[in-house]
């Protein structure tokens, strides 16, 4: 029997930009493909890819992740070109560009992971501060999303505001 290892996908899930994202490297590792190979499936769909799902890391942004993360400079002698990084939306359209039974049970692991990652945030008790704080946020972000953040932001409104009185319909009202 193939005793299964777990892969601490929360580990490979950086904030970037204000999103979170994973490095094609990592999910290369995980897809257990070479980035290079990766990185052709993504170019041969590009159209699939817009910058909200995929985006390729400026310098000091890969620095600072290099920093954060321990690892040495691999550009020296491995990559030649700023890793890709990819949003939750962009790991989702990898398993129909990466057609393979690997590439499927990998990104089921990770969308578990995001999800998990979102109960979490959702499940930490916060103050009208904070919840409008998060709203503000939203708003920026809304502007490069659709509208499902829209909806997240109406809900927040609602959490905000005190509820109103509701208007009563009927005969006999005053």
Same mark, same amino acid.
């Given at each position: 029997?193939?005793?299964k290892?777990?892969?601490?996908?929360?580990?490979?899930?950086?904030?970037? !930009?204000?999103?979170?994202?994973?490095?094609? @490297?990592?999910?290369?590792? =995980?897809?257990?493909?070479?980035?290079? %190979?990766?990185?052709?499936?993504?170019? !041969? %769909?590009?159209? !699939? &890819?817009? #910058? &909200?799902?995929m985006?390729?890391?400026a #310098?000091?942004?890969?620095?600072? =992740? !290099?920093?954060? *993360?321990g690892? @040495?400079?691999?550009?020296?002698?491995?990559?030649?070109? =700023?890793?890709? +990084?990819? *949003? #939750?939306?962009? $790991?989702?359209?990898?398993?129909? +560009?990466?057609?393979?039974?690997?590439?499927? #049970?990998? %990104?089921?692991?990770?969308?578990?992971?995001?999800?998990?990652?979102?109960?979490?945030?959702? @499940?930490?008790?916060? *103050?009208?501060?904070?919840?409008?704080?998060?709203?503000?946020?939203?708003? =920026?972000?809304?502007?490069? %999303?659709?509208?499902?953040?829209?909806?997240? $932001?109406?809900?927040l409104?609602?959490?905000?505001?005190?509820?109103?009185?509701?208007?009563?319909?009927?005969?006999?009202?005053?």
């Amino acid at each position: 029997m193939e005793e299964k290892t777990i892969i601490p996908i929360q580990d490979m899930i950086y904030e970037i !930009r204000g999103q979170k994202v994973m490095l094609d @490297s990592d999910l290369a590792k =995980l897809y257990e493909i070479r980035t290079k %190979n990766l990185n052709k499936a993504v170019k !041969r %769909n590009k159209e !699939r &890819f817009p #910058e &909200f799902f995929m985006f390729q890391l400026a #310098e000091e942004e890969f620095n600072s =992740l !290099r920093f954060q *993360t321990g690892t @040495s400079n691999e550009r020296k002698g491995g990559r030649r070109y =700023l890793p890709y +990084v990819f *949003t #939750e939306h962009g $790991v989702l359209m990898l398993s129909s +560009v990466l057609n393979s039974k690997k590439a499927v #049970e990998i %990104n089921i692991e990770i969308m578990r992971t995001f999800v998990q990652l979102r109960r979490y945030v959702i @499940s930490q008790s916060g *103050t009208s501060e904070q919840i409008a704080e998060l709203r503000k946020l939203l708003l =920026l972000y809304i502007d490069k %999303n659709d509208k499902r953040v829209n909806d997240i $932001v109406i809900a927040l409104n609602n959490l905000i505001e005190q509820p109103k009185p509701a208007k009563k319909i009927g005969f006999g009202v005053n």
